[in-house]
C-alpha cells in the first residue's frame, strides 16, 4: 500500500535538545515538503526537496535541519536554536509539477 | 501580500444546502490548483484538482478564473460528513512550491 508514512506520531523535546522527525514515502516521489502547522494556523513551509542530495529553505527554516540521502526518506532536525517547536508537522511528497501533494498523518511536538 | 487567500468563515449551513467558498491567488504566473481537505487534528487530503475548463466530483464542483485570479468550490447537498476545513492550494513551477490558503472552516448541522 503506497502512501508517507511519519514517526513518531507524538514526541516531547527536552530544553536544549535536538529531535528528528522521520518522513519515508514509496510513492516514488522527488519531491518532498517539510510543513508546520500551529493551532488554528496555517501551513508553513519549513524545508523541501525537489531530488536527492539537495534541498531549500522554505519560509521558516531558523532552528530546523534536513537531509535528503535517499529518495525514499526526509528526515527533519528540530534543533534547540528553535525556541518555540510545539506544534504539528507535515510531511508531504509530489511526484512533479502540475501533481497534487500527499500527506503523511503528521507528528505532533511538545516541548517537556 | 499572501500568496492565496481565503475566507476564514465559519460557516455553518443546514444538511442539504449549498455553500461555495472562494480563494484567490496573487501570483499570475500559478499553474496548479487544488482543493484539500482537513479535519479536526489531521493530515490535509486532497479533494479535487482544479482544471481551467471547471470540474465537478459528484457533490463538488470546482471552478478556476485566471483572470481574475480566483478558484471556487461548491458543495451541494451538504452532508454531516462535509464538515471540515477546506484548504485552497496553488502551484507554481518556479522551484514546485505549494502555497496553502488558512482554510476555511465548514460545520453542517442538523
Known amino acids: 500500500d503506497g502512501g508517507i508514512t511519519q514517526s513518531p506520531k507524538y514526541l516531547f523535546r527536552k530544553e536544549g535538545q535536538n529531535v528528528t522527525l522521520s518522513c519515508e514515502q514509496n510513492l516514488n516521489h522527488d519531491a518532498m515538503y517539510w510543513y508546520r502547522q500551529d493551532p488554528g494556523q496555517g501551513l508553513r513551509l519549513i524545508y523541501y526537496s525537489q531530488i536527492v542530495n539537495d534541498f531549500q529553505k522554505g519560509d521558516i527554516a531558523e532552528g530546523y535541519s534536513v537531509s535528503r540521502e535517499k529518495k525514499e526518506s526526509f528526515p527533519l532536525t528540530v534543533t534547540s536554536a528553535q525556541k518555540n517547536p510545539t506544534a504539528f508537522y507535515l510531511c508531504?511528497?509530489?511526484?512533479?509539477?502540475?501533481?497534487?501533494?500527499?500527506f503523511g498523518d503528521g507528528t505532533r511536538l511538545s516541548i517537556l | 501580500r499572501k500568496e492565496v487567500e481565503q475566507d476564514p468563515g465559519p460557516f455553518n449551513v443546514p444538511e442539504g444546502a449549498t455553500v461555495a467558498f472562494n480563494c484567490t491567488y496573487s501570483n499570475s504566473a500559478s499553474q496548479s490548483f487544488f482543493w484539500y481537505r482537513q479535519d479536526c487534528r489531521k493530515e490535509p487530503k486532497l479533494l479535487m484538482s482544479?482544471?481551467?475548463s471547471g470540474n465537478e466530483d459528484g457533490r463538488f464542483t470546482a471552478q478556476l478564473n485566471r483572470a481574475s485570479q480566483y478558484i471556487s468550490l461548491l458543495i451541494r447537498d451538504s452532508k454531516l460528513s462535509d464538515s471540515a476545513t477546506y484548504l485552497c492550494v496553488v502551484n507554481t513551477y518556479t522551484g514546485n512550491q505549494f502555497y496553502f490558503g488558512t482554510g476555511t472552516s465548514l460545520t453542517v448541522i442538523p
Open positions: 482544479v482544471y481551467s
Open positions: 508531504a511528497s509530489s511526484a512533479g509539477y502540475n501533481q497534487p501533494q500527499h
